[in-house]
């Protein structure tokens, strides 16, 4: 898992006479929940989430007094990391710095919070980026992931300086835990976006298994981080939704496009609960929105699909080739395309999509349908 990269940023400052803008009063995110439906209950607390058991961080504090002196105390947090993710498990699960390290395991969210742990016993700055990887798509059941991770900056001590001299360039060591997944920067982020990103996605996790309170409770808390966050108005409404709360969610998805915070997740969300409440106008009009905003290659499917039940069979295939472009692995797209060449006469293309999808297919059972369309139309006539 090496990946040690020396970093170096930019602090510029500008001034200006210009007067500020009036600010427009948004309507907040608290303000739009209904709190009588749900009661708060125990959520973990920002100093449990980075809170170390007693024996690492004596075994961390160690370990950097040894290295002290022959490398940079943010070298020493990679180092450190580095040995202690050796039979680390990629885990989904969002957890604190103290269930990492008890269980060994987590996601990306779970490494960042606990590299921020180990920053602040050595009193080193952080700043966070999101990543995107490939495959940035996945799909299970209904729900579509999307597969951001954070990676963390930890900045060298600083040093001091001449009053009268300004430093623009400050280093540090950049810690990527996923190397190797074929990355690309999405936009950086702070430790409050990472506290949102912890309190989100437990949140999440908790609307799965339908625990309500739990869910609004942790809504609360990332918001307390990154007020009026756009997916936080979208897991907002679900959560009205699922309490039955439909007014409520309209209010909220609605608040969320006044304010023009939004999302693809939210636009799409806010249409469905506009099909539940039969206002076909709204319905209509949220649609044509999606269809100006970035879709992922899932929506594109469904589009396509719908496209060929109208009979619309080059919309079909433009929609498919888009989403084959922006996830090229994903095999169902190949095969939805295979279906339209194969219904135009055009076998040989139809035999190079077929294998294209037995390529990048990793569902026994959806294989082995791909394989007995493709054996059928190469077999001898």
């Not at 999440?204 to 409770?217: D, G, Q």
């Amino acid at each position: 898992m090496k990946y040690l990269v020396f970093t170096l940023s930019f602090f510029l400052a500008a001034c200006s006479s210009t007067q500020p803008a009036v600010q427009i009063k948004k309507v907040q995110l608290t303000q739009v929940i209904n709190h009588s439906l749900f009661k708060r209950v125990e959520t973990p607390n920002e100093h449990s989430v980075f809170e170390l058991p007693e024996p690492e961080k004596e075994k961390f504090l160690a370990y950097a007094q040894k290295r002290l002196n022959e490398i940079r105390a943010d070298e020493i947090v990679f180092n450190y990391l580095e040995n202690q993710l050796t039979n680390f498990k990629y885990h989904g699960d969002t957890l604190t710095s103290k269930q990492t390290i008890e269980r060994s395991q987590g996601n990306c969210i779970s490494l960042a919070i606990l590299t921020q742990s180990y920053a602040t016993l050595l009193d080193l700055d952080t700043s966070f980026q999101e990543m995107t990887s490939e495959p940035v798509y996945a799909k299970e059941g209904s729900l579509v992931y999307i597969a951001n991770h954070f990676r963390t900056k930890v900045y060298a001590p600083e040093e001091e300086t001449d009053d009268n001299f300004i430093v623009f360039i400050r280093p540090g060591t950049l810690i990527d835990y996923f190397p190797t997944r074929g990355s690309f920067y999405a936009g950086s982020a702070t430790y409050n976006d990472l506290l949102n990103k912890f309190y989100s996605n437990l949140a999440a996790e908790a609307l799965a298994k339908n625990k309500l309170n739990t869910a609004y409770s942790l809504i609360l808390k990332a918001n307390y981080f990154t007020p009026n966050d756009p997916e936080l108005f979208n897991i907002t409404g679900i959560l009205h939704r699922r309490a039955g709360d439909l007014k409520s969610a309209q209010l909220i998805y609605q608040t969320a496009l006044n304010r023009n915070d939004i999302s693809i997740n939210l636009i799409n969300n806010y249409r469905l609960l506009a099909k539940d409440l039969g206002d076909t106008e709204l319905e209509k009009q949220l649609t044509s929105q999606l269809i100006n905003e970035e879709k992922d290659p899932y929506e594109l499917l469904v589009i396509a699909k719908n496209n060929l039940q109208e009979g619309k069979v080059t919309q079909a295939k433009n929609h498919l080739e888009s989403a084959i472009a922006k996830a090229p692995y994903i095999s169902e797209l190949y095969l939805e395309l295979a279906k339209i060449r194969y219904q135009q006469g055009k076998s040989k293309q139809t035999q190079a999509l077929l294998e294209q999808a037995i390529k990048y297919e990793r569902d026994n059972e959806k294989l082995n349908i791909y394989q007995a369309k493709l054996a059928s139309l190469t077999k001898p006539k």
